[in-house]
Antibody
Framework: QVQLQESGPGLVKPSQTLSLTCTVS??????????WSWIRQPAGKGLEWIGR???????NYNPSLKSRVTISVDTSKNQFSLKLSSVTAADTAVYYC???????????????WGQGTLVTVSS | QSALTQPASVSGSPGQSITISCTGT?????????VSWYQQHPGKAPKLMIY???KRPSGVSNRFSGSKSGNTASLTISGLQAEDEADYYC????????????FGGGTKLTVL
């Protein structure tokens, strides 16, 4: 059973960089034709896709966040990571990592999710 | 990249059927039958209920079904149960030539 777990600081100061890591267990991050995505959800609001990475390192980002987002993968640690720079209060949200079955002719869909981690941007 | 349009809320009584719509454009929802749907209970991570328009993952009740007509995808829940009360989100590619992904604004389902 694949499991994902987000980790990282729960509080980030405005203008700094938010950094989160997702650790995948129960399977190799490199096995299968999977992408790995980050998705966020401000309190009381809907889901927003942030971006995805393939284990080759190929990435795809939400255009509205692209200038501030970097997603990377470390296959040796079975992890992938999110960095979001120049954060403001609007970036306060629960951040989820998810296994992403996009591509290969199919539509975007996320079958395994982490439990989510709340990141608050505040001084 | 615009969010897909969903009704803010729908409701139904136990045993009834309800349908949640997800309206996009000819560039996203209308291009393919590739919409996915997610159920989210308060404080929990979303759960995949439907993918590629109408396919159900293993373990998801056959009371959940997906369809599409034109630029609108729909999620139908039949035989409503109390535990179906949750938020539901649709998801699609943002355009016919892009890999970027967009979610709907979400629909709160209330079981009366």
């Amino acid at each position: 059973q694949v499991q994902l777990q987000e980790s990282g600081p729960g509080l980030v100061k405005p203008s700094q960089t938010l950094s989160l890591t997702c650790t995948v267990s129960g399977g190799s991050i490199s096995s299968g034709s999977y992408y790995w995505s980050w998705i966020r959800q401000p309190a009381g609001k809907g889901l927003e896709w942030i971006g995805r990475i393939y284990t080759s390192g190929s990435t795809n980002y939400n255009p509205s966040l692209k200038s501030r987002v970097t997603i990377s993968v470390d296959t040796s640690k079975n992890q992938f990571s999110l960095k979001l720079s120049s954060v403001t209060a609007a970036d306060t949200a629960v951040y989820y990592c998810a296994r992403d079955l996009s591509g290969a002719g199919g539509g975007p869909h996320f079958d395994y999710w982490g439990q989510g981690t709340l990141v608050t941007v505040s001084s | 990249q615009s969010a897909l349009t969903q009704p803010a809320s729908v409701s139904g009584s136990p045993g009834q059927s309800i349908t949640i719509s997800c309206t996009g454009t000819s560039s996203d929802v209308g291009s393919y039958n590739l919409v996915s749907w997610y159920q989210q209970h308060p404080g929990k991570a979303p759960k995949l209920m439907i993918y590629e328009g109408s396919k159900r993952p293993s373990g998801v009740s056959n009371r959940f079904s997906g369809s599409k007509s034109g630029n609108t995808a729909s999620l139908t829940i039949s035989g409503l149960q109390a535990e179906d009360e949750a938020d539901y989100y649709c998801c699609s590619y943002a355009g016919s030539s892009t890999f970027e992904t967009v979610f709907g604004g979400g629909t709160k389902l209330t079981v009366l």
